[in-house]
């Protein structure tokens, strides 16, 4: 789903997919070398861990989803099933955040609530049309695509990148959305671009600051949107509890601070990771592989659901972290990456 704010989120992906690496890339520690792991709430990640455990396809996780149905004591079903592996050591892991947008909108179109929120048209074909072609043009007009308008293009803009969110309609109630599909072009960061033309330096850039430039220069902030040619479609989504989170690549609801994307190339979906992020808020703690996006790349890449509305935005626009994360694997399956560990 992710990437923070550079990236767009995707539904489908491997449940067991790791390749074989070099030898080298390899390291199976001991729970006692990882930095905090006897402070954390173990129960609270076992519990996220059920939620999706018994999707996976492999035998041994299954195996594994079933004691921890038994509720074990959590720390101690962690640390006699699993081995914590450090995959791609070599290399410092980047942490971002990621939130569901919540949006004002309405289920017709009015003067104030005019963007459309578009369902998945049934000719899509990758590529189809742009960005610029699709709102500039009204491609999508009149052909009753649309889920529901919202008041702001740029939030609009922002909600596609995060690929989930919630609308807020004038009587209160909620319309849940989540990723549907796309029009197959390559996602292209607005934010990469605002440096490359000089405005901000890289370290100025977050999620405000692209909001505030767009809202300050409207024609200019049109053109900045269309500079990133992907553009997302949706899907009405619903959930026995409204305050569930929005759904993962593993089609069940993520949880705030306990779920992350990884890269399911190195990082099984719906495994145990143990996160050591730096930066000026430190994050030491068990989060479960829930979700997926492609700006989400390579072994030590992660990005942190931080929930959802304004409060979660603005932390997780900040997060671009240094630090480490390592994957809890089945002993056999770790043993079978490191043989001779």
């Not at 220069?217 to 997302?232: D, I, Q, T």
């Amino acid at each position: 789903m992710r990437g923070g704010f550079f990236s767009l989120v995707f539904s489908a992906a491997t449940l067991f997919c790791a390749p074989v690496m070099a030898q080298q890339d390899i390291q199976i520690l001991r729970f006692e070398e990882l930095s905090g792991w006897a402070a954390d709430d173990h129960e609270a990640a076992l519990q996220v861990f059920l939620n999706t455990c018994p999707d996976m396809s492999d035998d041994e996780w299954l195996r594994l989803c079933a004691v921890a149905q038994q509720r074990p004591v959590a720390r101690t079903f962690f640390e006699v099933f699993f081995r914590p592996v450090l995959i791609g050591g070599e290399e410092p892991a980047l942490f971002t955040g990621y939130f569901e947008p919540e949006l004002q909108g309405s289920r017709v179109e009015t003067p104030r609530f005019r963007y459309p929120v578009y369902r998945m048209p049934p000719d899509v074909r990758e590529p189809w049309h742009t960005r610029r072609e699709i709102e500039s043009d009204g491609l999508l007009a009149g052909r009753g695509l649309e889920i529901a308008w919202v008041d702001d293009a740029v939030e609009l803009f922002f909600l596609q990148i995060q690929g989930s969110g919630r609308i807020l309609l004038p009587d209160g109630s909620v319309i849940r959305v989540g990723y549907a599909g796309r029009n197959g072009h390559q996602y292209r960061s607005v934010g990469q671009e605002l440096i490359r033309r000089g405005i901000y330096e890289p370290h100025q850039v977050s999620a405000q600051v692209i909001r505030s430039w767009v809202n300050r220069n409207p024609v200019e902030g049109r053109e900045l949107l269309y500079h990133n040619p992907s553009y997302v479609f949706f899907r009405e989504i619903s959930t026995r509890n409204p305050d569930d989170g929005p759904l993962g690549a593993m089609n069940r609801s993520i949880t705030p601070m306990r779920s992350i994307a990884v890269d399911p190339d190195f990082t099984p979906l719906g495994a145990p990771v143990w996160i050591e992020k730096d930066g000026e808020t430190p994050l030491r703690r068990l989060m479960i592989a829930q979700d997926t996006g492609s700006a989400i790349q390579g072994a030590q890449r992660a990005d942190i659901f931080y929930g959802f509305g304004d409060a979660a935005g603005r932390e997780a626009g900040q997060i671009r972290d240094p630090g480490r994360m390592i994957v809890l694997l089945p002993i056999e399956h770790a043993n079978q990456m490191a043989p001779d560990a």
